[in-house]
């Protein structure tokens, strides 16, 4: 019998335009996905909304249906660049074709500050969300679709999963889950659930002294999560430190932000 070969499917296509994979396009078409998100925003005539990749302009058609003061949407796919900008034309929207990566966010000041509404490319979300906590003190709130494993992760508190990245997001900003979304809200379908999660920069963080040394600090303590801090902690200079504390035979996932901030004070006290 002879072996079938593997034959390559084409691309899907969308208003007669290729979903190119490698940009990681999942169009949504779901509309009370789109009425979630913007109802968990405070929008009014003055808000600067900013969208990143619009694709075919499904979220973007909902935003200009809003009374708001101007969209800047960042797009890095050419063909939909034309495509939305001649479909939804509107002097509020600017569209620019570019990779919000490699955006300089000086250029948000004057209208500052922000409200970010995006599908994120799944590829690209932690780049996309560091990106954001540069930049906070340009943004007023959002809502943003991840996968369902990280909007997970970044919200733990405890147990598996809680690490360095939950620490981290939920010291700079506000998070709260919205609704989950399964694969069929989308064209094509990606392999993964999807959630909604809202994000507001927090005003209330405390300051950590020596902020860089102590996520640098962080990230070893959670070296490997099942092992507790005198392990992980054991071939590195904060061993002295660690090894007659109360923290020393605690895993990092038992701890929480107010735990590793007192041990990182009697590190520095040190």
Not at 15 to 39: S, T, W
Not at 60 to 70: C, D, G, M, V, Y
Not at 234 to 240: E, R
Request: one cysteine or more; glycine letters at 4%; charged letters at 20%.
């Amino acid at each position: 019998m002879a072996l079938k070969k593997n034959i390559k499917q084409p691309a899907p296509f969308i208003e007669g335009r290729a979903v190119k994979k490698q940009f990681g396009q999942h169009f949504l078409r779901q509309q009370a996905v789109i009425d979630a998100m913007i109802n968990a925003v405070a929008l009014t005539p003055q808000s600067s909304i900013f969208e990143i990749g619009c694709g075919d302009g499904f979220l973007t058609r909902s935003i200009l249906a809003q009374k708001i003061e101007r969209l800047w949407v960042f797009e890095i796919d050419h063909d939909w660049v034309d495509y939305v900008g001649n479909k939804y034309p509107d002097a509020r929207m600017t569209i620019f074709e570019e990779n919000i990566l490699d955006v300089d966010f000086s250029r948000f000041k004057p209208q500052a500050p922000w409200v970010l509404l995006a599908n994120l490319p799944y590829q690209i979300t932690f780049p996309i969300l560091h990106l954001l906590q540069r930049n906070r003190e340009l943004l007023s709130e959002g809502v943003v679709m991840v996968q369902e494993e990280v909007a997970q992760k970044i919200v733990k508190s405890r147990g598996r999963g809680y690490g360095f990245i939950s620490l981290f997001f939920q010291h700079h900003f506000a998070l709260r889950l919205l609704i989950k979304i399964p694969p069929i809200a989308f064209f094509p379908p990606p392999s993964v659930d999807s959630r909604l999660i809202h994000f507001k920069p927090r005003t209330d963080a405390p300051v950590i002294p020596q902020e860089e040394k102590f996520w640098a600090f962080i990230k070893l303590c959670f070296l490997q999560p099942r092992r507790t801090l005198k392990n992980n902690l054991g071939h590195t200079h904060y061993n002295i430190f660690i090894e007659n504390s109360p923290y020393a035979a605690l895993r990092a996932q038992q701890m929480n932000m107010q735990d590793f901030l007192a041990l990182w004070h009697i590190i520095n006290a040190n």
